[in-house]
């Protein structure tokens, strides 16, 4: 009994040591960028255009957002009904569904420039869209494709089975018990790995330096070539001249993401309760 409990405050030692490691690496992280983004916040960075003396990250800003927008359009929707497909129409052994979660766990474990390379050659070259918005974002979405479905596909199996059968007993059809009763008891769930999505998103620069291109510009099209605030910060980063206004764009960065987590969290929480 006492090796028992000796063993379990040595697990909760560490547990609690390993935490604390970890939120004062995320904490010490934060701080540095903060420190050193804040004195280099100017007006100059948001001008409407970019030139080499303000390096503006205005464009990119806007850049970002459409990136992020036009991935989810495509990447959300299809991850989605392809969880659905898994998860509420096909059996466990089905030999096509063993093979979907066999290429969405690969397509998850693959470097991010192997997907640059992969957009380059498909979507700039042979698809002749060029360095382009919408040859990045095509790229983007096959890379969070993977984690869409997977973290769709956890949230509806969350969902109680007697939400299915009282559908079911009520006379309800498959395809609404799946849309009216299961998929919104998954939104939570759903709404989390679309924050993740969003995050790797945002974060992205090998991908982007080779689909998307490098050009500080708000962009006019989607065959516009385009400048995200990541690429941006790794091209700041770059020139020794310009390396506060890259630390700047960092926190930019966090701010987005801060804000994004913030509103996805207050979206799942009204969307739980209007469910309740």
């Known amino acids: 009994m006492r090796n028992k409990k000796n063993v379990d405050l040595l697990l909760m030692g560490l547990t609690w040591t390993f935490a604390a490691l970890t939120l004062t690496a995320l904490l010490f992280i934060i701080f540095h960028v903060l420190v050193n983004g804040i004195p280099y916040l100017t007006p100059s960075l948001f001008a409407l255009t970019y030139t080499t003396q303000n390096v503006s990250m205005f464009p990119s800003i806007v850049s970002t957002i459409l990136m992020v927008l036009l991935t989810l359009a495509m990447a959300v929707p299809l991850g989605i009904f392809t969880s659905i497909y898994l998860v509420e129409y096909v059996k466990s052994d089905n030999k096509l569904k063993v093979f979907i979660r066999a290429a969405a766990e690969m397509l998850a474990g693959i ?76 939104i939570p769930g759903i709404l989390a790995g679309v924050i993740l999505a969003i995050g790797r998103i945002i974060g992205e620069t090998a991908a982007l330096v080779f689909t998307a291109g490098t050009v500080p510009q708000i962009p006019d099209s989607l065959g516009s070539s385009v400048r995200t605030l990541s690429v941006h910060m790794w091209a700041l980063s770059g020139e020794a001249h310009h390396t506060g206004e890259a630390y700047a764009t960092a926190v930019i960065l966090l701010l987005i993401v801060l804000v994004i987590n913030t509103a996805s969290a207050v979206i799942a929480k009204l969307l739980t309760k209007g469910k309740a």
């Open 111 to 186: 470097p991010s420039v192997v997907y640059g390379l992969f957009g380059l050659l498909m979507f700039v070259e042979f698809l002749g869209l060029g360095w382009s918005l919408i040859a990045g974002a095509l790229t983007l979405a096959v890379m969070v494709l993977p984690i869409v479905i997977r973290t769709t596909e956890e949230a509806l199996k969350s969902v109680s089975g007697g939400y299915r059968e009282g559908g079911y007993a009520l006379g309800a059809g498959k395809l609404r018990v799946v849309f009216r009763i299961v998929l919104p008891s998954a």
